[in-house]
Nanobody, 126 residues
Framework: QVQLVESGGGLVQARGSLRLSCAASGRTCSIWAMGWFRQAPGKERELVAYNPTITANTNYADAVKGLFTIPRDTAKNTVWLKMNSLKPEDTAVYYC???????????????????WGQGTQVTVSS
Protein backbone atom coordinates (compact mmCIF):
# COMPACT_ATOMS: atom_id res chain seq x y z
CA GLN A 1 0.00 0.00 0.00
CA VAL A 2 0.97 3.58 -0.62
CA GLN A 3 -0.24 6.57 1.33
CA LEU A 4 -0.32 10.04 -0.20
CA VAL A 5 -0.59 13.24 1.79
CA GLU A 6 -1.08 16.59 0.08
CA SER A 7 -0.36 19.99 1.54
CA GLY A 8 -0.03 23.58 0.41
CA GLY A 9 -3.53 24.49 -0.67
CA GLY A 10 -5.19 27.72 0.31
CA LEU A 11 -6.60 31.03 -0.86
CA VAL A 12 -4.67 33.08 -3.37
CA GLN A 13 -5.46 36.08 -5.52
CA ALA A 14 -5.66 35.85 -9.28
CA ARG A 15 -2.27 36.00 -10.99
CA GLY A 16 -0.68 34.68 -7.83
CA SER A 17 1.32 31.50 -7.29
CA LEU A 18 0.97 28.47 -5.09
CA ARG A 19 2.91 25.27 -4.56
CA LEU A 20 1.28 22.00 -3.61
CA SER A 21 3.24 19.11 -2.15
CA CYS A 22 2.47 15.40 -2.09
CA ALA A 23 4.47 13.04 0.09
CA ALA A 24 4.25 9.32 -0.52
CA SER A 25 4.90 6.68 2.11
CA GLY A 26 4.59 2.92 2.35
CA ARG A 27 5.54 0.78 -0.67
CA THR A 28 6.90 3.72 -2.63
CA CYS A 29 9.18 1.45 -4.66
CA SER A 30 6.06 0.30 -6.49
CA ILE A 31 5.23 3.77 -7.82
CA TRP A 32 5.68 4.25 -11.57
CA ALA A 33 4.12 7.66 -11.95
CA MET A 34 2.59 10.40 -9.88
CA GLY A 35 0.07 12.91 -11.00
CA TRP A 36 -2.20 15.72 -9.98
CA PHE A 37 -5.89 15.90 -10.70
CA ARG A 38 -8.45 18.52 -9.75
CA GLN A 39 -12.17 18.71 -9.30
CA ALA A 40 -14.05 21.97 -9.45
CA PRO A 41 -17.55 22.31 -7.98
CA GLY A 42 -20.11 20.66 -10.22
CA LYS A 43 -17.47 19.24 -12.55
CA GLU A 44 -15.77 15.93 -13.04
CA ARG A 45 -12.28 15.31 -11.81
CA GLU A 46 -9.71 16.11 -14.48
CA LEU A 47 -6.03 15.58 -15.06
CA VAL A 48 -3.73 18.50 -14.35
CA ALA A 49 -0.33 16.91 -14.91
CA TYR A 50 1.62 13.71 -14.44
CA ASN A 51 5.24 12.79 -13.95
CA PRO A 52 6.38 9.23 -14.59
CA THR A 53 9.69 7.86 -13.44
CA ILE A 54 11.19 9.01 -16.73
CA THR A 55 10.92 12.75 -16.13
CA ALA A 56 11.08 13.71 -19.78
CA ASN A 57 7.63 12.28 -20.25
CA THR A 58 5.84 14.76 -18.01
CA ASN A 59 2.55 15.90 -19.43
CA TYR A 60 0.17 18.77 -18.75
CA ALA A 61 -3.43 19.57 -19.43
CA ASP A 62 -3.76 22.22 -22.11
CA ALA A 63 -5.28 24.66 -19.62
CA VAL A 64 -2.12 24.71 -17.49
CA LYS A 65 0.69 24.28 -20.00
CA GLY A 66 3.35 26.89 -19.48
CA LEU A 67 1.83 27.90 -16.14
CA PHE A 68 2.13 24.81 -13.94
CA THR A 69 5.05 22.44 -13.44
CA ILE A 70 5.21 19.04 -11.73
CA PRO A 71 8.70 18.42 -10.36
CA ARG A 72 9.31 15.17 -8.59
CA ASP A 73 12.00 13.90 -6.25
CA THR A 74 11.94 10.11 -6.31
CA ALA A 75 14.53 9.89 -3.54
CA LYS A 76 12.23 11.89 -1.26
CA ASN A 77 9.07 10.25 -2.60
CA THR A 78 7.62 13.68 -3.16
CA VAL A 79 5.94 15.42 -6.06
CA TRP A 80 4.99 19.07 -6.24
CA LEU A 81 2.63 21.11 -8.32
CA LYS A 82 3.95 24.60 -8.87
CA MET A 83 1.18 26.85 -10.08
CA ASN A 84 1.79 30.29 -11.53
CA SER A 85 -0.53 32.97 -12.91
CA LEU A 86 -3.50 31.38 -11.19
CA LYS A 87 -6.98 32.16 -12.41
CA PRO A 88 -10.35 31.87 -10.68
CA GLU A 89 -11.14 28.90 -12.93
CA ASP A 90 -8.25 27.04 -11.29
CA THR A 91 -10.32 26.89 -8.10
CA ALA A 92 -10.78 23.24 -7.24
CA VAL A 93 -9.86 20.45 -4.89
CA TYR A 94 -6.50 19.15 -6.03
CA TYR A 95 -5.67 15.48 -5.63
CA CYS A 96 -2.36 13.71 -5.77
CA UNK A 97 -2.37 10.24 -7.30
CA UNK A 98 0.09 7.42 -7.83
CA UNK A 99 0.16 4.67 -10.43
CA UNK A 100 1.99 1.38 -9.95
CA UNK A 101 1.71 0.04 -13.48
CA UNK A 102 5.23 -0.08 -14.87
CA UNK A 103 5.49 1.69 -18.20
CA UNK A 104 1.86 2.73 -18.23
CA UNK A 105 0.86 4.82 -21.22
CA UNK A 106 -2.57 5.66 -19.85
CA UNK A 107 -1.49 8.22 -17.29
CA UNK A 108 -4.03 10.72 -18.52
CA UNK A 109 -6.81 8.46 -17.31
CA UNK A 110 -8.06 8.84 -13.76
CA UNK A 111 -8.90 5.14 -13.51
CA UNK A 112 -5.27 4.23 -14.17
CA UNK A 113 -4.17 5.45 -10.77
CA UNK A 114 -4.09 3.13 -7.80
CA UNK A 115 -3.63 5.47 -4.88
CA TRP A 116 -5.11 8.85 -4.05
CA GLY A 117 -4.57 11.54 -1.50
CA GLN A 118 -7.34 13.20 0.45
CA GLY A 119 -7.24 16.37 -1.63
CA THR A 120 -6.37 19.95 -0.85
CA GLN A 121 -8.52 22.98 -1.62
CA VAL A 122 -7.18 25.73 -3.85
CA THR A 123 -9.28 28.86 -4.12
CA VAL A 124 -8.34 31.68 -6.48
CA SER A 125 -10.10 34.97 -5.91
CA SER A 126 -10.64 37.49 -8.67
Amino acid sequence: QVQLVESGGGLVQARGSLRLSCAASGRTCSIWAMGWFRQAPGKERELVAYNPTITANTNYADAVKGLFTIPRDTAKNTVWLKMNSLKPEDTAVYYCAADRTFGSTRLSEEREYDYWGQGTQVTVSS
